[in-house]
C-alpha cells in the first residue's frame, strides 16, 4: 500500500451463494462489474461464513471473533452484547470516517427499529433493515421513497416485478454511497455497503428477470433418496416447507417452479451488479479507485433447492455456508489472482485492520489475509480448516439444531449436538454432497479423527481475552 491511508469499501449482500459470479463458474449469470473486480484482485474461491444465518455471521465479520465468542448466537438477540467491539469503531479511533448504508442486524429487527450500539464507529448511519414497509422513518430507504413521492404499497409488486430498478433499495444503496464517496473524499473512510438482496422474497425488478429466462436455468442439486439418512430437520424442510415453512415445500414444487427461483435469484445479483459497477465507475471518475480497497462478499448462502431446501437454517451444505470473497485495490493488492486457499469470514476483520495501518487487538479470533492479498506467501494456503456454528439461531425455527460443521478442504463432518445422527462428506468424490457417510463403516477412522479436530477447534473459539469488556 501506499503511505496514505485507503479508503475502504465493504460491500456486503445478504444470502448470496458462492457460485453465482460469471468468471468464477457461472456460465448462467451476468456479472460483468464483479467479474471485473475479480480480473482487478483476488478472489477467494474457497471462502466460508462462521454462521448460515445473518445475526451471528455479521457479528463474527464485524469483530473478527467466532459466533460463539461473541454471544451473539441469533437472529433473535434481544441487544449485542455489549463487551463486543466493530472494526468501524476501531477504525474511527485511527483517523477514519465510517459510514454504515443499508442493513445492520446485531440484533433484533422484527417489529421493531433495532438498537444502535453506542460504539458502532459509523458518523453517517443510513439505517434499512429491509425494503419493505415497516419501521416508520426510522427505515431510511422507505423515507427516501416517500420524499421522491413513491408509494410501496402502490408500486411494489411481490414476484411480479417487484419495485422498478431506480427506486429498489439496493440503487439506493448505491446512490448514499455515491454521497458519502464524494462528501468525504478528503479524508480516509471506510463505507459499510449492506445490500438487502438476493435474500427471499425473490423478487428483482421486470428488467432484470426477463433476462433470465426460466426453461434456460438450472435445476437445482437432488439426487432421490438423499434425505432417507439426514436429519429430521431436513426430511420436514423438504417436506413442509424451508426454514420452518417459511419458504415453499420443494416437495410440492415442479421443475419449472424451481428453475423459477434460480431465475429470480441470479436477476436479484445482475442486479447488485449493475449498482456495483455504477459505484466503481464513480470511483475512478473521481480519482479515488486506485486507493479504494473494494471488499466483496455476502454474510451466508441460500439453499435455492438444493437438497431439497430453500432459504436457510440449520443446514450446512455448499449453497449456505461458501460465500464469495473478492479484495480489490489495483496497483496496491494482486490482480486476476483465484486462491483457493481455505478462508473464513472471521479473517476480514483482520484484514481490514492490516490495510489501514491499524493493530490487531489479541481478541481478534481471525487469521489476517494481508500475505496473500500483497505476494508474500503460497496464495492457495491460509488455514488447514474452517469452522461454523448454529445454535438454535433463529427463533422459532430448527429449535432443537445445535451444530457445528468442521471442513479440511476435502471431509465435511457436521455434528448435531445431542444427536445421534450427523453428516460426512467427501467432496472430492462426492461434490454436491449428497452422499452422507456418517454411518459408513469405511469412514470410521475418518470421522473420529475430525469429530477430535472439530472439537479441538471449538474449543480454541474460546475468547482469548478473559473479562475483555473494555479491553480494546
Known amino acids: 500500500m501506499n503511505n496514505k491511508k485507503p479508503n475502504i469499501l465493504w460491500i456486503c449482500t445478504d444470502q448470496q451463494r458462492f457460485d453465482t459470479i460469471r468468471s468464477l463458474g457461472n456460465q448462467h449469470i451476468h456479472t460483468p462489474h464483479l467479474d471485473r473486480l475479480v480480473e482487478q484482485g483476488v478472489a477467494f474461491t474457497n471462502s466460508y461464513c462462521q454462521s448460515p444465518v445473518c445475526t451471528p455471521s455479521r457479528a463474527s465479520f464485524l469483530t473478527g471473533r467466532y459466533p460463539r465468542t461473541t454471544g451473539a448466537t441469533r437472529n433473535g438477540n434481544d441487544y449485542f452484547p455489549e463487551g463486543e467491539v466493530l472494526i468501524p469503531y476501531m477504525l474511527s479511533q485511527n483517523g477514519y470516517t465510517c459510514g454504515l448504508v443499508g442493513k445492520l442486524h446485531l440484533s433484533t429487527a422484527d417489529g421493531r427499529v433495532e438498537t444502535r450500539l453506542p460504539h458502532d464507529g459509523y458518523k453517517t448511519f443510513k439505517w434499512s433493515h429491509g425494503p419493505r414497509d415497516g419501521w416508520g422513518e426510522e427505515n431510511a430507504y422507505q423515507a427516501w421513497l416517500k420524499a421522491n413521492g413513491v408509494s410501496w404499497e402502490k408500486d411494489y409488486h411481490g414476484r411480479n416485478g417487484g419495485i422498478k430498478s431506480e427506486y429498489h433499495q439496493t440503487t439506493w444503496c448505491i446512490n448514499e454511497a455515491i454521497d458519502f464517496v464524494d462528501e468525504n473524499a ?21 428488467e432484470f428477470k426477463k433476462k433470465y429466462p426460466v426453461d434456460d436455468m438450472p435445476l437445482p442439486k437432488w439426487k432421490d433418496g438423499e434425505l432417507d ?41 445482475d442486479q447488485i451488479d449493475e449498482q456495483v459497477g455504477r459505484l466503481i465507475e464513480h470511483l475512478d471518475n473521481t480519482g479515488q479507485r486506485e486507493n479504494t ?155 473420529n479423527r475430525l469429530m477430535l479436530a472439530s472439537f479441538d477447534k471449538s474449543i480454541m473459539t474460546v475468547d482469548p481475552v478473559p473479562e475483555c469488556v473494555g479491553n480494546f
Not at 424451508?242 to 417452479?257: A, I, M, N, V, Y
Not at 467427501?426 to 456418517?438: A, G, I, Q, V
Request: charged share 25%; aromatic share 12%; proline share 6%.
Open 186 to 206: 478528503d479524508k480516509p473512510w471506510l463505507l459499510s455497503i449492506n445490500i438487502f438482496d438476493p435474500h427471499h422474497p425473490f423478487d428483482p425488478p421486470a
Open 229 to 269: 439418512n439426514k436429519t429430521l430437520t431436513q426430511q420436514q424442510d423438504y417436506e413442509f416447507g424451508g426454514q420452518g415453512g417459511l419458504g415453499p415445500s420443494c416437495k410440492k414444487l415442479s421443475d419449472w417452479e424451481k428453475k423459477n427461483y434460480v431465475s429470480d435469484y441470479y436477476a436479484m445479483i
Open 293 to 447: 480497497v473494494i471488499i466483496f462478499h455476502s454474510d451466508h448462502g441460500e439453499l435455492l433447492g438444493d437438497h431439497g431446501l430453500i432459504l436457510k437454517g440449520g443446514h450446512f451444505y455448499e449453497g449456505l455456508v461458501h460465500v464469495p470473497l473478492i479484495f480489490s485495490c489495483p496497483g496496491s493488492l494482486q490482480q486476476d489472482l483465484k486462491s483457493e486457499a481455505l478462508v473464513e469470514l472471521v479473517d476480514v476483520a483482520p484484514t481490514i485492520l492490516n490495510l489501514a495501518g491499524v493493530d490487531i487487538p489479541q481478541r481478534v479470533q481471525g487469521k489476517s489475509l494481508i500475505d496473500i492479498l500483497t505476494g508474500r506467501v503460497d496464495s492457495d494456503f491460509h488455514k488447514d480448516s474452517v469452522y461454523c456454528e448454529y445454535y438454535n439461531s433463529l427463533p422459532g425455527v430448527h429449535e432443537d439444531v445445535h451444530a457445528t460443521m468442521y471442513f479440511d478442504g476435502r471431509y465435511k463432518l457436521v455434528v448435531y449436538h445431542g444427536s445421534e445422527i450427523g453428516e460426512l462428506y467427501d467432496l472430492h468424490t462426492d461434490p454436491s454432497e449428497f452422499d452422507n457417510r456418517w454411518f459408513d463403516t469405511e469412514y470410521a477412522a475418518i470421522k
